[in-house]
């Protein structure tokens, strides 16, 4: 056991001695990795931080009634306790916003105070907000229910408020296939990397190799440094790529805060959690070491 | 200690370098190979190695069948058998003790162990003064006792070497002979190939001779087929004195 220690300290030191042997090609090869590596970060940073947001609208489903505009003032109130009495065990609660108030949040915002200032009236409708209890076929449920209210007299319009998020949803499905594609081809970039790494330093350590196996080296032995060059190149880039991300992180979060302030709102891109980019370390270095054997084995046949 | 039976060896569809060759080396033994260039000294040299494998025949070595040996316990082997080819293969980035630390490394040593085994054989080639020098500043003599120590720093039970003392003076030449001689005295099984019959005449104690297609034994009646002259030195059954240990002290 000891001597396998040994012989694993041993390679390690190899190793180490052969990337100082070289450092400008082993920091070109960090960067080339570090900076492949950086962009599934990012993306994963952007999905990592848009579902929260999805998640935490799509737990109050709503559905918006708007009444025609010369409907008279008591048909909100009148729409609203049918709701209640027809579909109580599906509602959750009930909110008449009169046109008027509606106006006035409106006013609130400056971004709508000077065209509402030019309009001769209120062109806003009354509207019943109605909120559904939490259910496993709420998307179904919902829609169904908007077909059945929109025949009800009065009824102008209904607005399913959940469907920006399933659309923001489908988005983020789609986003999360991207960035496999994105983290597959990435994959692609560090094998055909640390292989040809691998195999000049195998060529270049032909004559080492050679001797080490004339003194009684097994394969192991001779593998091992390669092994660790892979897994160590892959694990330093990785450091690296997170650093990368985060850097750019800081600009694309100062461009974010000035949009979400726009809207009143708060929205920052923040990396995966610790734990996630730490699996994704040890991940990039395992896919490094099993490279380097890919083309230790290939290359060092003589 | 090392056994061929019917052993031939030639390259790709070639014709054979060797040919049916059978002899038998016992422990202790200092045999000296000699020959014409191209004849298959090198050749029996790297199938004693098991660094080449034979076309046929069977080969033993230190107690195993070569041929029956899997490919994962070959190094074990080849600890046990020190190899100073002609080319000494040594490591010219590295320094003379690190070159001697490798085969040590190979088996896992602990470290000051390995540096101790390594300074005790580069101080048996007389080469303690230059350990951290690097080979491309020592000469072809001090070259060739550097691989002499890397080889024998594992303490093999075998050591082959191919033609040593090529291309030096003749002092350097005695000294590295003795180093051998000092080895083998202690039990360690030697073969040598060399061109120089004078000089190996006055160490060896049993000479093969090949040449293409021929092979004789000093030590066997039967050597129907050689007909030159040149067997130096008469067969005599080695003696063991010591453990291979001994002379690294």
């Keep these: 056991m000891k001597s396998l220690l040994r012989q694993h300290r041993y390679a390690l030191a190899v190793t180490l001695r052969r990337l100082a042997a070289a450092p400008l090609s082993s920091l070109t090869n960090l960067l080339v990795i570090s900076l492949a590596l950086s962009l599934p970060l990012l993306g994963a940073s952007l999905l990592v931080s848009m579902q929260p947001v999805a998640r935490q609208v799509s737990v109050t489903p709503e559905l918006t009634i708007f009444l025609k505009i010369d409907a008279p003032a008591a048909a909100a109130e009148q729409i609203a306790k049918r709701v209640r009495q027809e579909h109580a065990a599906l509602v959750a609660g009930v909110r008449v916003i009169s046109k008027d108030r509606a106006l006035n949040d409106l006013r609130g915002n400056p971004a709508w105070e000077q065209a509402l200032k030019v309009l001769p009236g209120n062109p806003l409708p009354d509207a019943v907000v109605v909120s559904l209890t939490a259910n496993d076929q709420l998307a179904q449920l919902a829609d169904q229910l908007a077909q059945g209210w929109r025949k009800w007299p009065g009824v102008e319009l209904v607005q399913l408020d959940t469907a920006w998020v399933q659309r923001l949803e489908a988005l983020l499905r789609a986003g999360r296939i991207g960035l496999l594609l994105l983290a597959l081809s990435v994959a692609l970039v560090v094998l055909a990397t640390v292989f040809n790494t691998v195999r000049m330093q195998a060529m270049s350590q032909r004559e080492e190799i050679g001797v080490a196996r004339l003194v009684g080296a097994t394969e192991s032995f001779v593998r091992r440094p390669f092994l660790y060059l892979g897994s160590l190149t892959c694990s330093l880039a990785a450091l690296l790529g997170i650093g990368i991300a985060r850097l750019a992180l800081i600009p694309l979060n100062d461009a974010l805060a000035s949009l979400a302030r726009s809207y009143d709102t708060e929205f920052a891109l923040s990396l995966p959690p610790a734990e996630l980019l730490a699996a994704a370390v040890v991940s990039v270095a395992i896919l490094g070491a099993l490279s380097a054997r890919w083309s230790v084995q290939r290359n060092t046949q003589f | 200690m090392i056994e061929f039976q019917h052993v031939f060896k030639s390259y790709g569809q070639g014709r054979n370098i060797l040919a049916d060759l059978s002899f038998r080396v016992s422990a202790g033994e200092f045999v000296y190979v000699a020959g014409p260039s191209g004849a298959g000294k090198s050749t029996l040299l790297k199938l004693i190695g098991g660094l080449e494998p034979p076309s046929r025949?069977?080969?033993?070595?230190?107690?195993?069948?070569?041929?029956?040996?899997?490919?994962?316990?070959?190094?074990?082997?080849?600890?046990?058998?020190?190899?100073?080819?002609?080319?000494?293969?040594?490591?010219?980035?590295?320094?003379?003790?690190?070159?001697?630390?490798?085969?040590?490394?190979?088996?896992?040593?602990?470290?000051?162990?390995?540096?101790?085994?390594?300074?005790?054989?580069?101080?048996?080639?007389?080469?303690?003064?230059?350990?951290?020098?690097?080979?491309?500043?020592?000469?072809?003599?001090?070259?060739?006792?550097?691989?002499?120590?890397?080889?024998?720093?594992?303490?093999?039970?075998?050591?082959?070497?191919?033609?040593?003392?090529?291309?030096?003076?003749?002092?350097?030449?005695?000294?590295?002979?003795?180093?051998?001689?000092?080895?083998?005295?202690?039990?360690?099984?030697?073969?040598?190939?060399?061109?120089?019959?004078?000089?190996?005449?006055?160490?060896?104690?049993?000479?093969?001779?090949?040449?293409?297609?021929?092979?004789?034994?000093?030590a066997s009646q039967r050597a129907p087929t050689y007909t030159q002259s040149g067997v130096m030195v008469k067969s005599q059954s080695p003696t063991l004195r010591a453990t291979p240990d001994d002379a690294l002290r």
Excluded: C, W
């Design chain 2, 57 to 218: 025949g069977s080969i033993q070595v230190n107690g195993h069948r070569l041929d029956r040996l899997s490919a994962r316990a070959r190094p074990y082997l080849r600890r046990a058998v020190g190899v100073i080819l002609q080319d000494t293969h040594l490591l010219y980035d590295r320094s003379a003790i690190d070159n001697v630390l490798l085969p040590l490394a190979v088996t896992g040593l602990a470290p000051s162990l390995a540096r101790a085994r390594a300074r005790a054989a580069l101080e048996k080639v007389g080469l303690s003064s230059k350990e951290n020098i690097h080979p491309i500043e020592l000469s072809g003599g001090e070259q060739q006792r550097l691989a002499i120590a890397r080889a024998i720093v594992n303490r093999p039970a075998i050591l082959i070497a191919d033609e040593p003392t090529a291309s030096l003076d003749l002092d350097s030449a005695r000294r590295i002979m003795e180093v051998f001689k000092d080895f083998n005295r202690v039990g360690v099984t030697t073969v040598i190939a060399s061109h120089d019959d004078t000089l190996m005449a006055s160490y060896a104690t049993r000479a093969f001779k090949v040449e293409p297609g021929k092979f004789a034994d000093s």
